[in-house]
């Protein structure tokens, strides 16, 4: 198969809210009250959580098809703790991602504890998220200004 490109473009409604589109989805981004939006939506750290925690499941589901057994149930819980001095301006003693994610996968399988740790080490192999998190990914941010008549 070859390469798969995705996108989403989208427009800031506010200081602290964005509508993006995805394909036909609509994904509505806000921060909380507390870093100055109107908790309308999960934030930008938010979605990265979620997006790991789906990407997961998919995975999680696929590899257990190959691996021949039933994935009844997968629940995923995952936090990630960050500093928000540097997001904020305050300081620049720490970074301003994720200082660690935990994730923890709770699931129920018509399989034995081998099968399932097998199954785990090769969805970690797997996970495209998993894999931007953790490698470095080249990104590059370019500016151009809208002229208005």
Known sequence: MSDLTFSVQGQSNSATKF???ARQFS??????EALGGKDESANPV??????LAGCLNVVGHLVAKELQ???RQLNIEISGQINPNRFLGISNDERAGFKAISVSLKT????DDATLEKWLAIVQQR???KDNLLNQT????????????
Do not use: H, R, S, W
């Not at 994904?27 to 909380?32: F, G, K, R, S, T």
């Not at 129920?108 to 399989?111: L, Q, V």
């Open 19 to 21: 509508t993006a589109k």
């Open 27 to 32: 994904l509505v981004i806000d921060e909380p």
């Open 46 to 51: 938010e979605f990265i959580l979620a997006g």
């Open 69 to 71: 057994f039933e994935l």
């Open 108 to 111: 129920e399988a018509d399989t």
């Open 127 to 129: 996970c495209p998220v």
């Open 138 to 149: 080249p990104l590059e941010l370019k500016l151009e200004q809208l002229i208005y008549n």
